[in-house]
């Protein structure tokens, strides 16, 4: 029965982790555009920014952040986070949305040039900065951990004891890092040159029509 405890526990923080991870908001389409246009190194950037910036949050709350944020249980202020978080970021994805509708090829190669402008460290560098940055500002972000952590830490404490938080952090790290992992392979296999704007493959095309408009002329 103890052993069960353990795994359910443990388990359970895991799938905090995956939960927090997972779903497609701005981190993993950030990560999946910085990936698709600078490599797959770029996107486990994102991921790792992203996984520092939750573990802070999950931390302070472990360590008494639940006590000094418990307004954050309150309905009222969670809709106001929520609307927030909207005004914020519904704007931001729907202006490079429509840019990236509107006009991929050139939405592309105008990343792609301000990518092979800077060096390869330094880029990495700030794709953790952006991560961190997106995770830690997103008040949806701050109002989950807040609410999974207030569920679980009374529960783990009972059965872990006082090392429950240092479990649970590096339970929470193997389930962020698992899904960001699982993101960095498949980015790493997406076939990126239909994508990628090429004047090899518009030559052809331009070819054909200068030899149809000479046959049309002789």
């Known amino acids: 029965m ?5 795994i359910r526990v443990l388990s359970a923080a895991f799938l905090m982790g995956l939960a927090a991870a ?3 908001g701005p981190v993993n389409m950030l990560a999946i555009r910085r990936g698709m246009i600078g490599g797959w190194r770029h996107t486990l ?7 520092a910036a939750d573990l802070i949050l999950f931390s302070l709350v472990l360590f008494g952040g639940h006590y000094l944020l418990s307004d954050l249980s309150n309905p009222t202020l ?4 929520e609307a927030t978080g909207v005004i914020v970021l519904l704007p931001l994805g729907l202006y490079f949305l429509v840019r990236a509708v509107k006009d991929p090829l050139r939405a592309y190669a105008s990343a792609r040039q301000h990518r092979d402008e800077g060096t390869v460290p330094a880029h990495l560098v700030a794709e953790v900065a952006d991560g961190a940055a997106m995770a830690a500002l997103n008040p949806l972000t ?3 951990w807040v609410g999974v952590t207030s569920s679980w830490l009374p529960v783990a404490h009972s059965v ?3 090392s429950a ?3 649970g952090i590096l339970m929470v790290t193997a389930g962020m890092m698992t899904w960001f992992t699982a993101l960095t392979v498949v980015v790493r296999f997406i076939p990126t040159a239909s994508a990628r704007p090429s004047s090899a493959s518009s030559t052809p095309s331009s070819e054909l029509s200068s030899l149809a408009w000479q046959r049309s002329v002789q």
């Open 2 to 6: 103890v052993f069960v405890s353990y």
């Open 22 to 24: 997972a779903p497609m």
């Open 45 to 51: 950037a994102c991921g790792i920014g992203s996984v």
């Open 78 to 81: 969670q809709a106001v986070l």
């Open 142 to 144: 701050i109002a989950y």
């Open 160 to 162: 872990l004891g006082y």
């Open 165 to 167: 938080p240092g479990w």
